[in-house]
């Protein structure tokens, strides 16, 4: 099962909490349309890894305290209501090191305002996002294990001469 299909899925579930809105359809029916709040996560946390340098973290303690749904996958889901329902998104990151945290932050914010409006239709009135660390990934040799750096040359053997 793919993503649009899991995401097609979580769509269905008339259970969760999410935005209705009324559509007619071309053949005169009305009805309406619900997006639960997890589907709108679910497409946040996809939009979030797709900026290079940037994992999902856990919220801090005070996070969690606030009103509202608890964060998953390091995005937080709340919803206006109104006549058009609005959308904010939180999202907690860890940025890799070496990457200037603002510039990181607006890539993060772009992506997941565009990825949210385009698969919903809904308006995102803003996208917080809260660097909660930063990661340090070691390179990686051929065989698996990170590269160790030489201290002066003291076991690094390349080779003996017969």
Same mark, same amino acid.
């Given at each position: 099962?793919d993503?649009?299909?899991q995401?097609?899925?979580?769509?269905?579930?008339d259970h969760?909490?999410?935005?209705?809105?009324?559509?007619v359809?071309?053949?005169?029916?009305?009805?309406?349309?619900?997006?639960?709040?997890?589907?709108?996560?679910?497409?946040a946390?996809?939009?979030?890894?797709?900026?290079?340098?940037?994992? =999902?973290a856990n919220?801090?303690?005070?996070?969690?305290?606030r009103?509202?749904?608890?964060?998953a996958?390091?995005?937080?889901?709340?919803?206006?209501?109104?006549e058009?329902?609005?959308?904010?998104?939180?999202?907690?990151?860890?940025?890799?090191?070496?990457?200037?945290? =603002?510039?990181?932050c607006w890539?993060?914010?772009?992506?997941?305002?565009?990825?949210?409006?385009?698969?919903t239709?809904y308006s995102?009135?803003a996208v917080?996002v809260?660097?909660?660390?930063?990661?340090?990934?070691e390179?990686?040799?051929?065989?698996g294990? =990170?590269d160790e750096?030489?201290?002066?040359?003291?076991?690094?053997?390349?080779g003996?001469?017969?």
């Amino acid at each position: 099962m793919d993503s649009n299909e899991q995401l097609d899925a979580a769509a269905g579930d008339d259970h969760q909490e999410g935005i209705e809105s009324s559509v007619v359809s071309e053949t005169g029916l009305e009805g309406k349309i619900r997006i639960s709040e997890d589907v709108i996560a679910q497409l946040a946390v996809k939009a979030l890894l797709s900026v290079d340098g940037v994992q =999902p973290a856990n919220p801090g303690l005070m996070a969690n305290l606030r009103m509202g749904r608890k964060a998953a996958n390091g995005v937080r889901i709340t919803i206006a209501d109104g006549e058009t329902p609005e959308i904010q998104v939180d999202t907690y990151i860890s940025v890799k090191y070496s990457l200037r945290i =603002p510039d990181v932050c607006w890539d993060v914010q772009e992506a997941v305002k565009d990825q949210v409006e385009r698969y919903t239709g809904y308006s995102v009135k803003a996208v917080n996002v809260y660097v909660q660390g930063i990661t340090f990934i070691e390179k990686k040799s051929q065989s698996g294990q =990170p590269d160790e750096q030489d201290s002066g040359g003291n076991s690094t053997a390349y080779g003996e001469e017969m």
